[in-house]
């Protein structure tokens, strides 16, 4: 019934089948997480998986090799898992993302979080790029996320609910962590880059926003704008994993400023905060990381 009305769903199998490839790719033994900590790179973001991969010995899987993994078809996204270590930390990051504009369910956006979630990730950074509405915010910004509106009109969890992956009903009133929003702020006061704060409104894409809508977003409380993260959200935490949200604010919004949005302006932004950036999640990945060394 309800692959008739929504299409094909998420199955705890497949999302199995992808983490055991996984882990059978990484030589990873016996169920053993193969990390706790993740991360998911934004366009333009991806700087950081590649310093990762110059530092440490790393291995690199490209999407499109593992099982029911979506693929993405835009620039400035290179579809690849890394898995690296920072100092003696194992990290996964995913470089790339796929987003609801391009065609895949909801659902499917999510996969990829499910599956971190079962090779044992406990605390997902969901980065993105993001247009700056809040008038504390400038171009070249890195703001977290203290919370979502989610206008996708959408929800990756439609349809029937697996308890082997999640609850069906779920609070979602701290969706992003605060004590790792304490975290990260110790961190980037401690590296003299501190960091803004605000509301990210989720939105369909794939066009920018209009003025009006704009105009909108901000009485509703929001700061920021983007076409990501808020399903990876809340699949996340339907998981119970914890979420850190960061976003690289690479335009003001539409009618915020002169001139007309493009996908360039937006990677060329990203590039360019994006040692800063890197800085920043050096520093956060250990420490989070070492909050699970307990449950090794
Ligand atoms: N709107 C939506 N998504 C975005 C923007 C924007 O202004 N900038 C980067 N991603």
Same mark, same amino acid.
């Given at each position: 019934?309800?692959?008739?009305?929504?299409?094909?769903?998420?199955?705890?199998?497949q999302v199995s089948n992808a983490a055991d490839f996984i882990r059978n790719?990484?030589? /990873?033994? &016996?169920?053993?997480?193969?990390?706790?900590?993740?991360?998911?790179?934004?366009?333009?973001?991806?700087?950081?998986?590649?310093e990762v991969m110059e530092k440490s010995k790393s291995q690199l899987i490209p999407y499109h090799e593992i099982p029911h993994f979506p693929t993405s078809s835009i620039e400035g996204h290179n579809s690849c898992l890394v898995y690296g270590f920072i100092g003696e930390t194992p990290v996964l990051l995913m470089?790339?993302?796929?987003?609801? =504009?391009?065609g =895949?369910?909801?659902?499917?956006?999510?996969?990829? /979080?499910?599956v971190l979630q079962a090779l044992g990730v406990k605390s997902v950074i969901l980065t993105n790029a993001?247009?700056? /509405?809040?008038?504390?915010?400038?171009?070249?910004?890195?703001?977290?996320?203290?919370?979502?509106i989610n206008m996708t009109g959408d929800n990756p969890l439609l349809g029937p609910n697996d308890l082997r992956m999640g609850p069906r009903f779920f609070d979602m009133s701290e969706a992003y962590s605060k004590?790792?929003?304490?975290?990260?702020?110790? +961190?980037?006061?401690?590296?003299?880059?501190?960091?803004?704060?605000g509301i990210y409104v989720g939105v369909l894409g794939p066009c920018y926003e209009t003025p009006a809508e704009i105009r909108m977003f901000k009485t509703m409380g929001a700061d920021a +704008?983007?076409?990501?993260?808020?399903?990876?959200?809340?699949?996340?935490?339907?998981?119970?994993? &914890? +979420?850190?949200? /960061?976003s690289c604010l690479t335009n003001k919004a539409a009618g915020l400023s002169q001139g007309s949005l493009n996908h360039q302006e937006v990677t060329e932004i990203a590039t360019k905060v994006s040692k800063r950036f890197s800085n920043l999640l050096f520093g956060i990945i250990p420490e989070i990381a070492h909050r699970y060394e307990h449950q090794k």
């Open positions: 019934m309800a692959e008739q009305l929504l299409g094909k769903t998420t199955s705890f199998e790719r990484l030589k /990873i033994k &016996d169920n053993a997480p193969a990390a706790r900590v993740s991360v998911i790179l934004g366009s333009g973001l991806g700087a950081f998986a590649q470089q790339g993302r796929v987003h609801r =504009y391009e =895949y369910s909801a659902n499917k956006v999510a996969f990829p /979080i499910c993001a247009g700056a /509405i809040g008038d504390h915010l400038d171009v070249g910004d890195l703001m977290l996320i203290k919370d979502h004590s790792l929003r304490e975290l990260a702020e110790k +961190v980037a006061t401690s590296q003299k880059a501190p960091l803004k704060e +704008v983007g076409m990501s993260t808020v399903l990876e959200t809340i699949s996340a935490r339907h998981g119970g994993m &914890d +979420v850190l949200g /960061i």
